[in-house]
């Protein structure tokens, strides 16, 4: 019957040090697969900036194409003066446009891609942690069951209570 307890917390170890090893390999694996979807979106985002600097492009050039029809069907001289300038100007800005979209598409796949670097160092932190308690589990319930066998006296830190400096009765 005195075997009882000792196999019992033995088993209760042993679960406790699958548990862990458990729980930080699933939470590597989220992280992961977080990693791999951050990494996914950062394409994506690469893609969708492209398409959208050549449609803001493509509506610049149909603007301007249409400035310009407009000054010559009421006969204005587009070579110089005021027509030049606003036309130079509505290119300048439509550069200016086309720079700001491309910009804030890399800066949202730069986020992507540093969240991806996150979450990959996250993955290798779990398994790590993991493992760790895992080894704790392990130490923390071989300790208890030594003592549950009847084996030394308690460490202060770990076995609560006062300490005691008396030898165990052999």
Known sequence: ????????????????VAGAVKQGQAAS?????????DTMNAGIAAAQGEAAAQAQS???QRR?????????ASGVQMSDGSPSDVLADSARSAALDNLTTR?????KGMGYTD?????????????AAGYLSAIGSGLGGAAQTYKLSGGGTPIPSFGGGTPSFTASGN
């Open 1 to 16: 019957m005195a075997a009882l307890p000792v196999v019992l917390m033995a088993a209760s170890t042993a679960m406790a």
């Open 115 to 127: 969240q991806a670097s996150l979450e990959s160092s996250q993955s290798q932190n779990a398994s």
């Open 64 to 72: 301007i194409g249409s400035a310009m029809a407009a000054y010559g």
């Open 58 to 60: 493509r509506d610049s």
């Open 103 to 107: 910009y804030n598409y890399k800066l």
């Open 29 to 37: 694996q989220a992280a992961d697969y977080n990693s791999k979807l």
